[in-house]
């Protein structure tokens, strides 16, 4: 048996003018069969967008408006008969719910932070009304999972993170093209894509603008010298300013207590100058 979500709204709206599907359960049952249905759709707005309706549901509902269960039965079976309640629904699930009532439920909670919503009693495009609201998809045992599951909001948040994505590239990008502008002139085009394709291997842009000043420091204001630098670091698995530095002290240190002569000028991280022009 079906357990409703306790999502219920305190009013619900109720147009002046029925449609003649009320008209006809009035004619047929008089003011109660009107009275019935009304009653009917308190039930349902007060536990969500459907409320269950089984035998047992119907008496206790009978008792509680002064009827027999049996008239109760009866109203129920002419309204769902002329579309007030949708009768597949019904028959598959012992729900009553309609189209009308989800579409006045789901824009009554619009502005809630979430909304539960099993996917087995929708008629309408929920996307059409809770387009802030995290929607709680229920399982068959009516247990809330993939809480904050809605599909625009992942598409905003999606979107969101594709823009800091942006400025963070962009960022990079600026340092480095400040760093080239400052040691060797204006960056052209085919630079800035190999500067490029080394951030997106993961380079840190600290680490490029310093192969660029060290081009400048040796007196070889070229790229391909700093090309050559981020080549090295690359076969060596450094990938961020910090790793280059920590190298190079390293091999500094291993050098002194060896005895080896001093490098050259040119030597950086165990290129020598001469080796890449």
């Known amino acids: ?88 629904l019904y028959e598959k699930h012992r729900i009553l719910t309609s189209a009308g009532i989800q579409r006045r439920y789901f824009e009554a909670v619009s502005r809630r932070r979430y909304v539960n919503v099993d996917r087995r009693y929708l008629l309408v495009d929920i996307g059409q009304y ?32 594709k823009r800091k994505e942006d400025d963070a590239r962009a960022q990079a990008m600026k340092r480095i093209a400040d760093a080239y502008e400052a040691s ?4 052209p085009r085919h630079v800035a894509d190999q500067a490029g394709a080394s951030l997106a291997k993961g380079v840190d842009p600290e680490l490029i603008a310093k192969a660029i000043g060290l081009a400048a420091e040796n007196n070889v204001r070229k790229w391909s ?31 002194d207590e060896s005895g080896a002569a001093a490098h050259s000028a040119g030597d950086f991280g165990g290129l020598s100058l001469g080796e890449h022009l």
């Open 184 to 187: 060797i002139g204006l960056m």
């Open 130 to 161: 809770l387009k802030d609201a995290a929607i709680r998809w229920v399982s068959a045992d009516m247990n809330p999972v993939n809480a904050d599951n809605n599909p625009q909001r992942k598409q905003k948040e999606r979107k969101e993170e």
């Open 1 to 88: 048996m079906a357990r409703p979500l306790k999502d219920g709204v305190d009013y619900f709206p109720m147009d002046v003018h029925l449609d003649t599907k009320f008209d006809l359960i009035e004619a047929e049952f008089g003011l109660t069969g009107f009275a019935v249905v009304v009653k009917l759709y308190q039930e349902v707005y007060g536990q969500g967008y459907y409320c269950e309706w089984t035998s047992e549901v119907a008496l206790l509902f009978g008792r509680k408006a002064g009827l027999g269960g049996n008239v109760v039965s009866e109203i129920v079976a002419a309204a769902l008969r002329r579309g007030i309640f949708d009768r597949t």
């Open 225 to 255: 010298y700093a090309a050559a630098i981020l080549r090295d670091c690359e076969r060596r698995g450094i990938r961020t300013l910090r790793e280059f530095e920590t190298e190079r002290t390293e091999r500094g240190k291993r050098i």
